[in-house]
């Protein structure tokens, strides 16, 4: 799950919004300081400050991100087909953030907007046993829910009490606030979210879903937090895409997050714990037909990252540890078990402090009742013909460094090695070659 931070203009119920004239003559005569000519090196977007009008907009409250990513993997060794392809997946991204306050003298408020454009394969097809029932991770994130425009992000934020509280309303991808993590894995087991990789129904960006999220900030680093979210399939529907009306809904899910962010020593660290359940009808696997369901879906998971070393004095620069895990509901649950850990360092030269390198490895466990069911099908007359795999577990593990070339283009070579791709022991370890293009116009 890749997630820029892109936004777009507001419009609201066909009406636009207008600026008011503060803001406008704001943007009139804004200084320019931070001017940063087209294709600059140390401009954070390619096309610059559109001659300054960049810094003025968002001097009066309106900031634009347009940003493109861009995913190569190449099969060297292994897989189920054992073919040295290359594919190549990419998602753009624009959106807008309004600062209600500045725009509308609205108080602690704020707006948020973004449409994203996923296009591009996967070699995971090439490296997954076709017939297997549950799938394991992908060795390209930004690859998935079809090649279509869809409105990823589409909510209004009013915090309370100096920021002591704050409620969060409109279209929203789970992983915007529960389970995050800072991550520049390409492989989708490093990214945020883990419980939207993993859990039943529970739909990750680009995919959004009408929810709201209440959040505390019990203290300076305590937070708590908790969401209301619809389970509809027809977001999942490349038909639509844009349309934020549709009839049907299988349930409501509810996840619930207690946070720690403590700085110790001037380096960050974030600790996440969180549950979620919900009351949709998923399959039940186990020693019987497809055709069984269950209602009841729920897990838990962690999220822990703290830095630990600094740099010629600079908190900004230095070694990171990371932990992540999931544990998720045995009867419904595809993957039961999952566990990640890695580091990642921030400037490793003194020459090249923006870089960043990183190495991770990921566990991930198909459950029991799976291959009960498998058992189950391969003993009927057509499991005879065509049989299941049996599944058991996947392993994967990505080495990364991070050139960031400009302020606006970086590029992110990487090595995968995933251990019985799709969790089938049958098929080959397999080595992938991966590079990111990061991009913001």
């Known amino acids: 799950m890749r997630v820029p931070f892109a936004r777009e203009r507001l419009q609201a119920g066909g009406r636009r919004w207008r600026l008011p004239l503060a803001a406008v003559a704001l943007m009139a005569g804004a200084p320019a300081a931070q001017a940063y000519s087209a294709f600059a090196a140390d401009s954070p977007h390619m096309f610059g400050d559109w001659g300054g009008q960049r810094t003025a907009l968002e001097a009066a409250g309106v900031s634009f991100d347009f940003d493109y990513v861009g995913e190569a993997a190449t099969i060297l060794d292994g897989g189920y087909r054992d073919s040295h392809v290359t594919k190549y997946a990419d998602q753009f991204a624009l959106g807008a953030h309004l600062d209600l306050e500045r725009l509308l003298s609205i108080p602690d408020a704020e707006f948020q907007v973004t449409l994203t454009n996923r296009n591009g394969h996967s070699v995971n097809d090439r490296l997954s046993d076709p017939g297997a029932t549950v799938g394991g991770s992908s060795v390209q994130e930004v690859q998935g829910r079809g090649p279509v425009t869809r409105l990823t992000q589409l909510w209004y934020r009013q915090r309370f009490f100096d920021d002591a509280l704050s409620i969060k309303l409109g279209r929203i991808p789970f992983g915007d606030d529960f389970a995050t993590i800072d991550s520049h894995f390409q492989n989708l087991a490093f990214g945020g979210a883990q419980p939207g990789n993993w859990g039943n129904d ?23 937090q908790a969401g209301v979210f619809n389970l509809n399939d027809s977001n999942l529907d490349n038909g639509h895409g ?52 269950s209602d009841t879906n729920n897990g838990l998971y962690y999220v822990a990252q703290q830095r630990v070393t600094t740099r010629g004095g600079d ?34 030269f003194d020459a090249r402090p923006q870089d960043d390198a990183g190495i991770g490895l990921a566990y991930l466990h198909v459950n029991d009742d799976v291959n009960d069911y498998i058992d189950y099908y391969n003993a009927t007359p057509a499991g005879s013909l065509t049989p299941l795999p049996r599944q058991g577990h996947e392993y994967d593990a990505e080495l990364y460094y991070s050139v960031n070339l400009t302020g606006y283009l970086s590029l992110r070579p990487n090595l995968q090695y995933v251990v019985s791709p799709s969790a089938v022991d049958s098929v080959d370890n397999a080595w992938v070659l991966g590079t990111t293009v990061q991009v913001s116009f």
């Open 202 to 224: 529970i739909y990750n960006w680009p995919i959004s879903q009408w929810a709201a999220v209440v959040r505390a900030n019990l203290a300076a680093d305590w937070y708590v």
């Open 242 to 293: 844009l349309d934020l009306h549709h009839s049907g809904t299988q349930g409501t899910m509810y996840p619930i997050e207690l946070g720690f962010t403590p700085t110790v020593d001037g380096m960050a660290g974030s600790y996440k714990l969180g549950f979620y359940t919900h009351d949709v009808d998923n399959r039940a696997y186990g020693d019987g037909p497809a055709t069984r369901t």
């Open 315 to 348: 908190a900004k620069r230095g070694l990171t540890l990371f932990s992540m895990g999931n544990v998720n509901h045995g009867d419904t649950a595809g993957i039961d078990r999952y566990l990640s850990v890695g580091a990642t360092y921030q400037g490793p």
